[in-house]
């Protein structure tokens, strides 16, 4: 069965954008249009979590940049290391969205203990800021001078896109 507009497919809301066929590449395309500007900011990007998985090769390989896989703390898997990738002098984090800051202090923290980086925290580009508990630049200001990559045209698109969802 060929994947098409008339094939249903079932996942939670954070994944629908990447999972559907028509939204994939709309994702991708917002996600390098904020970042380029930043592109000599970063030499990774850090991800955890599956969802990320799914976008974030595509995204480093057209920017250039090494990436960093962080493992959610009940992962199983084969490897023995919790955080694998390039060692690096800055790193940003994609994610889909901001609940309580956990998966961001997590990150941060095993690449600094676990992957022996001394890489710094540059920014945040975060693909679903409809659901995020932080969806706009000043919200990012208290978190140690972290900076939400998304450019103002991509939040107010993310925003319209969720208050009015096709």
Known sequence: ???????????????????????????????????????????????????????APVIAYELGKGM??????????ASQFPVEGVICDSYIIIDDLVCSRDTLDRVRREIRNEHHSPAKLYGIYLYKLVHSSLKYHEQFAD????LLLNSVENIDKQLEEGANPS
């Open 68 to 77: 960093i896989v962080v493992r959610k703390m009940n992962d199983d898997c």
């Open 143 to 146: 978190y140690e001078g972290v």
């Open 1 to 55: 069965m060929a994947i098409n507009k008339i094939v249903p497919f079932r996942c939670c809301s954070h994944l629908q954008p990447i999972l559907n066929p028509d939204k994939f590449y709309e994702v991708i395309a917002d996600c390098l249009d904020s970042l380029r500007p930043h592109a000599d900011k970063f030499d990774a990007i850090a991800i955890s979590g599956y969802s990320m998985a799914l976008i």
